[in-house]
């Protein structure tokens, strides 16, 4: 910050220098620079209102998985009373038709009587059996969509482990220098310090920050259903206003979008796959109380998430 600041005092006085036209053109690259970081501002907003949906969809499938799960319990209770019902049943007919053989020795008028009650047992016997008979099928059926709920989520996360193993093979020289991968939520996430990536106030990316993002974009296309979120973040330290930058929000924009152009150059990440986004300081890891936790929160997480047509298919 303090180059920053010694550049704005020398641009100042080589204002005083420059020709009227001269003061224009730097105007009105000025407001270039101002009007592509308002449109960078509206893209991570709209961004994370698309993230925000996928997490709100993620929600609503584990709730689906738990309402299953209850409801197969539920059904599986009623299958079993039935059952019971339908044994007294059976026991029941044959205790009757055990009575209509003594009956037969004697009066008419009571052998009809216990003929009748044979004939509604029966009746009765066999609607109970049908009703159990389509409680066991639908039982079967809501077992078998759990079920394939389930393979689907466990087949997602088993590929979500695998794809946090590649990568933090990918760049195992790097952690212990300012670079983590972890699995939280179903998702991938690989944090990268400013530390290995930027100088203090400053989007462009360091030379080894580059030879890290190029690996990670390599590995990243041995997959390319994978969905990538790069989102930077800042400590809640204010930075001194600069031509194309204002406060936090918009260095941490604009450093999400100097990695996003390396994925996709260097590393060779189709652009429709990648979103960027800029976060300022509105989400810390840790309180920005001590120096050591302002660097840890002056960080960008690159988010990588599974496509879930396959599970959306089945719920809807």
Same mark, same amino acid.
Request: aromatic share 4%.
């Given at each position: 910050m303090?180059?920053?600041?010694?550049?704005?005092?020398?641009?100042?006085?080589?204002?005083?220098?420059?020709?009227?036209?001269?003061?224009?053109? !730097?105007?009105?690259?000025?407001?270039? *620079?101002?009007?592509?970081? &308002? %449109?960078? =501002? +509206? @893209?991570?907003?709209?961004?994370?209102?698309?993230?925000?949906?996928?997490?709100?969809?993620?929600?609503?499938?584990?709730?689906?998985?738990?309402?299953?799960?209850?409801?197969?319990?539920?059904?599986g209770s009623q299958f079993r009373r039935l059952q019971h019902a339908f044994q007294e049943a059976s026991n029941q007919n044959v205790m009757l038709e055990e009575n209509y053989k003594k009956l037969l020795k004697g009066r008419?008028?009571?052998?009809?009587?216990?003929?009748?009650? !044979?004939?509604?047992?029966?009746?009765? *016997?066999?609607?109970?059996? &049908? %009703?159990? =008979? +389509? @409680?066991e099928k639908a039982l079967k059926a809501k077992i078998a969509r759990l079920n394939e709920l389930e393979e689907i989520l466990a087949r997602r996360d088993r590929e979500m482990q695998a794809l946090r193993s590649t990568v933090s093979k990918a760049l195992k020289s790097y952690e212990g220098a300012g670079l983590t991968v972890q699995l939280r939520n179903g998702k991938v996430y690989v944090s990268l310090s400013e530390k290995l990536l930027f100088a203090s106030g400053s989007t462009s990316v360091a030379e080894n920050?580059?030879?890290?993002?190029?690996?990670?974009?390599?590995?990243?296309?041995?997959?390319?259903?994978?969905?990538?979120?790069?989102?930077?973040?800042?400590?809640?330290?204010?930075?001194?206003?600069?031509?194309n930058l204002q406060d936090n929000w918009d260095l941490s924009v604009l450093r999400a979008t100097s990695i996003v152009r390396i994925l996709v150059k260097e590393g060779g990440v189709n652009r429709s796959r990648i979103t960027a986004s800029g976060k300022g300081e509105f989400s810390p890891v840790v309180p920005n109380d001590t120096p050591e936790n302002k660097a840890r929160n002056r960080r960008t997480e690159i988010v990588l998430s599974p496509k879930l047509d396959a599970l959306y298919d089945l719920v809807n």
């Open positions: 303090r180059i920053n600041s010694l550049f704005f005092v020398l641009f100042l006085g080589f204002m005083g220098c420059v020709s009227s036209r001269q003061f224009k053109e !730097l105007e009105s690259q000025k407001s270039s *620079l101002q009007r592509m970081s &308002d %449109s960078l =501002l +509206a @893209l991570s907003a709209n961004q994370s209102g698309e993230l925000g949906n996928l997490r709100v969809s993620h929600t609503q499938l584990s709730d689906e998985v738990a309402g299953l799960r209850l409801d197969t319990s539920e059904t008419e008028s009571e052998a009809t009587e216990m003929m009748n009650q !044979l004939r509604e047992a029966r009746a009765q *016997l066999l609607q109970r059996e &049908d %009703s159990v =008979l +389509a @409680l920050g580059k030879k890290a993002l190029t690996q990670l974009g390599q590995a990243l296309n041995a997959d390319t259903t994978l969905q990538i979120l790069v989102e930077g973040h800042t400590d809640d330290v204010p930075m001194k206003p600069a031509p």
